[in-house]
């Protein structure tokens, strides 16, 4: 049975930094694409960013230049590195594990940005 477990979220004031982290246990690819989605009340959960197994990023607009996403294979871990943050960008973050047809959501971490 596949798990994530995230951690890392938090409140933070505008222009802060957070450290997300989900880490993936079970039987998994290893060729499979990790990443983070987050949703905002009375929003729709949209893409933040994801990696590919062999490491290439994909963001979304909005937060390129501030967020970076990066895995470790061996640790079966993504990070996601969140700078300059903004109270837009306040939501709940989830993890996202995509291999074959196969796709896993962790439980999400709440991330607050507000002075």
């Known amino acids: 049975q596949v798990q994530l477990v995230e951690s890392g979220g938090g409140l933070v004031q505008p222009g802060g930094s957070l450290r997300l982290s989900c880490a993936a246990s079970g039987s998994i690819s290893s060729t499979n694409t990790m990443g983070w989605y987050r949703q905002a009340p009375g929003k729709q959960r949209e893409l933040v960013a994801v990696i590919t197994s062999r490491g290439s990023g994909t963001y979304a607009d909005s937060v390129k230049g501030r967020f970076t996403i990066s895995r470790d294979n061996a640790k079966r871990t993504v990070y996601l590195q969140m700078n300059s943050l903004k109270p837009e960008d306040t939501a709940n973050y989830y993890c996202?594990?995509?291999?074959?047809?196969?796709?896993?959501w962790g439980q999400g971490t709440q991330v607050t940005v507000s002075s």
């Open positions: 996202n594990l995509r291999f074959y047809s196969f796709e896993y």
